[in-house]
């Protein structure tokens, strides 16, 4: 990871390269206080059990509104106490 500030990450579980815990692995090497939102279809899968390893962040279903992924992250970047899961809803 590079040394550039971040304010939040957006992650998504299903990724080409590495997986999203990988991802949220090396994220936390360098930066552990740094705010996640996981935005998935599989909340109940392998990758999701893997990524509980390195939290905390917050989690939202998909389908989900795009108010409700504004919410998220608006209430994280305030410092908020966001729940660990949201369920989403199709729009």
């Known amino acids: 990871m590079n040394s550039e500030r971040v304010d939040l990450v957006l992650l998504d579980l299903q990724l080409p390269v590495m997986n999203g815990p990988e991802f949220l692995r090396e994220l936390r090497k360098g930066n552990e206080a740094v705010p996640v939102v996981i935005l998935t279809a599989y909340p109940d899968s ?44 199709q729009e």
């Not at 209430?75 to 949201?86: D, E």
């Open 46 to 89: 392998k990758l999701m059990t893997e990524a509980l390893r390195y939290g905390p962040f917050t989690l939202l279903a998909k389908p989900f509104q795009s108010k409700m992924l504004m919410q998220a992250v608006s209430a994280v970047i305030n410092g908020a106490r966001v729940s660990p899961m949201l369920q989403g809803q």
